[in-house]
Every structure is written in C-alpha cells, then in structure tokens.
C-alpha cells in the first residue's frame, strides 16, 4: 500500500496540466497513465488560446515554441456554386495575445508536461499503470487498485482521487454520478489527405447534400473529419476505398487527381457521444474533463474544456490539499464553477446537432446553394459582427479559468 495526497488517473492533457499545477503548488501528486509512452494518434492536437495563455503564465512559453506545429487563424467554408471561401471566423479578430490556435502533436506537449513536472519533488507519473478499482472505504473514496503492464497489482491511497481518463473511465459507472446521454446524429471518420502549396489554409469546412467534411490545415497534409450518419460507418466500408475517394474528389473539386486514401485501414471511426454526469463527484473523487462530460467534435473544444476545468480544480483544490483541510465543499466548488460553461457548450453543440449536422446529413442544406444555408451560416453572413463567435467559442469555451498563484509563484521564482 502506498500513499499521496492526490491520485491523477489519466495523463492526457487535463491530468498532466492538474498534476503540474498541484506539484507547483506544493501538493504531492502522482499521475497513473496505463500505457508505456505518449505516441499515439491522437485526434485532438489542439492547444487553444487560453492553454497558450497558461503556458504562457507558467513559464513554458518558449519551450513551447520550440514544438513542431502550425497555427489555425481562420474557419472558412466555401460558399455559392463557385465555392469561394468565405471566413466563417478569425482569430485575428480578438484582442488577445494568442489569436490563433495551435496544432501540436499531442505526445509533444504531453512529453513537455511531463518533463516539467518531475522537475517538481511532489510530482510523479508512474506510466504502464491502470487504475482498475476505486478503494472505497466508510462511504468514501480512499484512493485506487491498480495494475502495471508487468501484471503487478497495488493500491495508492490518497486523500482525493481525480478521474481524468476520458469517457470510458471505470468510474462513470457509479450510479451516484448519474450519466445522462443526449442523441447525436453522426459518428465521424477521421484520415489524412496530402496538401498541396494553393490549398486553402486554416479549418475548412465543406458541406454538400448528405455529406460533411471539416479539413485542418497541418501544414503538409490535412486532418479531415468526415461526418456520416450515426451507425452507417460499416456500410461505406463494405465499398472498394476507390468509392471513397471518388466521393471525396466530388464533394471537395480542388483535391484534383492527387493521392488520397490508399486503405480503409487509414479511416479511424470516432462514435460521437455527447453527455454529462449530474455529480462530478463523490467523497473522495472527482471526474473533469471526459470523464465529467463527453463533448461532441463540434467546434473542437473538448481539450480546452477538459484543461480548463483542471485549471479550476487545481484552482480550488490546491490551498486545502497542501494544508490537509480538504472538504467536499471544495470539490463541488469545481462543479459549480464548470457547469454553467460544460451546459452552454454542450447546449450549443446540440443546436449545430439539429440545425446544421443533421440536416445535412438528410440532405436539406447545401453550402453550394446559397438558398439551402444553414440558418447560422446564413446569420454570420448577414451579421459580421458575429464572425467573432466561432473563434471566440475555440480559444476560451464559455469562461476562462485562472491557475492557482502558486503555481504561478514557482514559475516565477524559476526563471529569476
């Protein structure tokens, strides 16, 4: 049996970011990731302003720069049967530092969290590790079973355990928290497709009757996320990938006669779910991030949600854990500072839901038949001022949180 103040399970970029802004602040942490190394094919490499602006804070901003990326400054989407791009958002447009977001191989910002928190004594990440079993003791949360990649099982005890692995965490489970699920009308298949000196630049969106493909610039080649109708992923599938490409070159004319998909093996399925927990917590535990509330793809702000809402518990979970004065008061503070923005955005993801996704995936709308435009887009055309809503909706989600001052203090004394 082994003992820390607070047990992080999960080291993506929420349990990293809480893990080393507790560390900074004086609280022995230790982050459990189950897998060996951070290289995967993530699908959301997104640093949005506001976790620019933490970096930032934290001292980290020209290490960052350091990381291969390319900056996302526009959203357009072709409209009219010409298909001229029309900027549907600018980031240039808020009076902020960090207007544009940044696409980062996630391992690489992962890697640099992790570095700088075992530069911190009260930080550890132990990797091949999996949480497998909540320990719960006299109606509360004492910390986690866990089991390493070796076979090895333990227990680590700790005063409050944070879920930060996702929506598939063991812990939504417990019928305390109270899962509720919203329907969503698409899955989404996400690929790569080369892009070429011409193409167009930042998050392109194309919709076409029954069809809906957003397109991020990763300088060299393009993140495509190809939305179909909920279910019918197998159905493509059983097509050659030729059919595919096809399909691709009809709805998006500018790819021309370039390589595209060589396999079906290439075309990951995401199965888009949108929920929340009615509790994000128990005696003992917490869940943020996915584990709290499945985001939708939609307007790509689930990773700085899930870091936002570390921010906030680092936040208020800090000062009483390095005290050891923790209450429950403290951890449903979290709750009540992050539930208004999760149901706001969560609101709005249902309304592009119904409004846009859907009905183009039923063939009512049409961005080349300036007659058949969702009526948002048809809004943020008549109206420029509102151009200002798609971009301000990536860089802060509905509210920006601030890190502890601690956190910042040490930063600070670092680099003096």
């Not at 996702?166 to 497709?193: C, H, I, Q, Y």
């Not at 080649?221 to 399909?247: C, L, M, W």
């Not at 499945?294 to 702000?301: D, I, N, R, T, W």
């Not at 151009?387 to 949180?401: D, K, S, T």
Request: proline letters at 6%.
């Amino acid at each position: 049996m082994e003992r820390t103040t607070c047990c992080v399970v999960g080291g993506g970029p929420a349990g990293m970011v809480l893990g080393l802004l507790l560390a900074r602040a004086g609280v022995d942490v230790v982050v459990l990731e189950k897998h060996g190394d951070f290289l995967r094919d993530f699908r959301g490499d997104t640093v949005h302003p506001s976790t620019l602006q933490l970096l930032d804070d934290l001292g980290l901003a020209e290490r960052f720069e350091q990381l291969p990326q390319s900056r996302i400054t526009k959203i357009q989407l072709p409209l009219g049967p010409d298909g001229a791009l029309f900027t549907m958002g600018d980031f240039g447009l808020l009076r902020i530092k960090y207007n544009y977001v940044a696409m980062v191989p996630q391992w690489d910002l992962l890697d640099m969290l992790a570095e700088e928190g075992k530069a911190e004594p009260t930080f550890g990440l132990r990797m091949n590790t999996e949480a497998t079993e909540l320990i719960r003791e006299g109606g509360r949360v004492r910390g986690v079973r866990y089991r390493t990649a070796s076979g090895e099982t333990g227990e680590l005890r700790a005063d409050i355990t944070v879920a930060c692995d996702g929506r598939k965490s063991f812990v939504r489970d417990l019928p305390e928290l109270e899962l509720r699920d919203f329907p969503t009308p698409m899955d989404v298949r996400w690929f790569r497709l080369p892009r070429q000196e011409g193409d167009p630049s930042g998050i392109v969106g194309v919709l076409r009757t029954r069809a809906f493909q957003v397109l991020i610039d990763r300088r060299d080649y393009f993140q495509v996320a190809s939305i179909i109708h909920k279910g019918t992923d197998g159905e493509g599938r059983s097509e050659p990938v030729e059919d595919f490409n096809a399909q691709l070159r009809r709805e998006i004319p500018w790819l021309g006669d370039r390589e595209l998909v060589r396999s079906w093996d290439d075309v990951k399925l995401l199965h888009v779910t949108l929920d929340r927990l009615r509790k994000w917590h128990v005696p003992g535990l917490l869940c943020i991030g996915d584990a709290a509330h499945a985001m939708s793809p939609v307007g790509g702000v689930g990773i700085n949600l899930a870091v936002q809402d570390a921010v906030a518990a680092a936040r208020h979970l800090a000062r009483p854990l390095r005290e050891r004065r923790l209450r429950r008061r403290h951890v449903a503070a979290i709750q009540r500072r992050r539930w208004l923005t999760t149901v706001l955005i969560q609101g709005f993801q249902r309304l592009v839901h119904e409004n846009v996704v859907g009905p183009a995936l039923r063939g009512e709308v049409d961005l080349g038949d300036s007659a058949r435009l969702p009526r948002p887009v048809r809004a943020i055309s008549r109206v420029p001022y509102l151009r200002r809503f798609p971009p301000y909706l990536l860089a802060y989600g509905a509210l920006r949180e601030r890190p502890p001052r601690d956190a910042l203090q040490g930063s600070a004394l670092r680099g003096a």
